[in-house]
Structures are given as structure tokens and as C-alpha cells.
T-cell receptor
Framework: EDKVVQSPLSLVVHEGDTVTLNCSYE??????LLWYKQEKKAPTFLFML????IEKKSGRLSSILDKKELSSILNITATQTGDSAIYLCAAPLNAGGTSYGKLTFGQGTILTVHP | DVKVTQSSRYLVKRTGEKVFLECVQD?????MFWYRQDPGLGLRLIYF???????EKGDIPEGYSVSREKKERFSLILESASTNQTSMYLC?????????????FGSGTRLTVV
């Protein structure tokens, strides 16, 4: 059974700290891994990773995929209170070669950044 | 700005009621999905649809049904609501059958069944 596991499930830090969120996966015919940020409302897309060892960066956020270890990390440097959110990791599923765009999600990491 | 709109942000229903959750997208996307989100469990797929009148079960379809009569609208139906269906429900859509690109979520409906 395909699955995605995130750790830690929750994390509390102070502004300015650097955090690392983890995502491991067991997915048949792995193609990509996605990270989303969810504040009060809809999850919003952060990164899609397909190649091992290539870092994707957006401001203070960065992510990298390790296909050997079947895992990915999301780093946030110099955290701000606005980074407080649930961070979701997901991977596309395959069903007879056609995924219909289905994703399987991890449990999410709840990040709380205190001033 | 393109959107996935869920009709209600918060709903409170009684046990045994029939509940309809509506989702509308204005992006002409083929695929639409219903997930539920619970603490510690992440998002779990209930049902999805890849075309009008087409539907497929996800991981946790028991107690739910869906309807897709028009391309832009995907409805989730709780035939007889129960307290264990208290949850956040998220609708999503994506444009192309076999690709992940452009997966867009609605803002969610927090359903409480009392």
C-alpha cells in the first residue's frame, strides 16, 4: 500500500529559528513529491520535486528530494510568525498506469512560530 | 483569479440527516476530488471524478456518495450523517487526467455532526 509519512507531527519554535520538516514515502512507480502549506483555509502549493538532489528554493523555504532514502525535507530559515501553518507532503498514486491526478498525503506537520 | 469554491465554510448537522457538500470550480478542470482532513491522519481521499457522471472510490468511501452532473460541480453526499463524520472536508480539482500540475483546493467545509 502506498503511503507518505511526515515527521514531526508538530513543532513549536521561536521567530528566527530554522526548522526542518521530514517526509518519507513508499509509492509504487514513484514520479514526484509535492509540498503544500495550509493556513486557515485551502492548502497552497509550495514545491514539486521529481529529481533527486536538486534543491528547489523560494525565499526562505527550500526543499530537496533523496530518492535513495525515499524521503524529502522542507527547510525554513529565519522563521516568522506567518510561517505558522500545517505543512503537507503528498505523492501521486498510480492505478493501472493512470493516476487521474490522485494524491496520497502524509499526516501533516503543524508548525507554530512564536514571536 | 481561478477558484475552487465550497458552498459552506461551517456546517452543523444532526445525526441521521442527509448532508450535501457542494464544490464548484471555474477552471474547466477534468478531475475533481473530495478529501477529509483529521488531526494526525492528514488528508484522506473519499471519492474522485475524472469526467462528468464518472466517479471512483477513494480510500474511505463508506458512508459517502458523490454526484457530478456538470463538469464544474462535484457534490459530496452524506446519506445519513454520523458523529464520526465530523471533520474538515476539502474539495480539489486538477486540469489533466494523468498529471498533477495545477492541483487547486477549495477553502474547506468544517462539518460538525451532533
Amino acid at each position: 500500500e502506498d503511503k507518505v509519512v511526515q515527521s514531526p507531527l508538530s513543532l513549536v519554535v521561536h521567530e528566527g529559528d530554522t526548522v526542518t520538516l521530514n517526509c518519507s514515502y513508499e509509492v509504487t512507480n514513484f514520479r514526484s513529491l509535492l509540498w503544500y502549506k495550509q493556513e486557515k483555509k485551502a492548502p497552497t502549493f509550495l514545491f514539486m520535486l521529481t529529481s533527486s538532489g536538486i534543491e528547489k528554493k523560494s525565499g526562505r523555504l527550500s526543499s530537496i528530494l533523496d530518492k535513495k532514502e525515499l524521503s524529502s525535507i522542507l527547510n525554513i530559515t529565519a522563521t516568522q510568525t506567518g510561517d505558522s501553518a500545517i505543512y503537507l507532503c503528498a505523492a501521486p498514486l498510480n492505478a493501472g498506469g493512470t493516476s487521474y491526478g490522485k494524491l496520497t498525503f502524509g499526516q501533516g506537520t503543524i508548525l507554530t512560530v512564536h514571536p | 483569479d481561478v477558484k475552487v469554491t465550497q458552498s459552506s465554510r461551517y456546517l452543523v448537522k444532526r445525526t441521521g440527516e442527509k448532508v450535501f457538500l457542494e464544490c464548484v470550480q471555474d477552471m474547466d478542470h477534468e478531475n475533481m476530488f473530495w478529501y477529509r482532513q483529521d488531526p494526525g491522519l492528514g488528508l484522506r481521499l473519499i471519492y474522485f471524478s475524472y469526467d462528468v457522471k464518472m466517479k471512483e472510490k477513494g480510500d474511505i468511501p463508506e458512508g459517502y456518495s458523490v454526484s457530478r452532473e456538470k463538469k464544474e460541480r462535484f457534490s459530496l453526499i452524506l446519506e445519513s450523517a454520523s458523529t464520526n463524520q465530523t471533520s474538515m472536508y476539502l474539495c480539489a480539482s486538477s486540469p489533466v487526467r494523468d498529471r498533477i500540475y495545477g492541483y487547486t483546493f477549495g477553502s474547506g467545509t468544517r462539518l460538525t455532526v451532533v
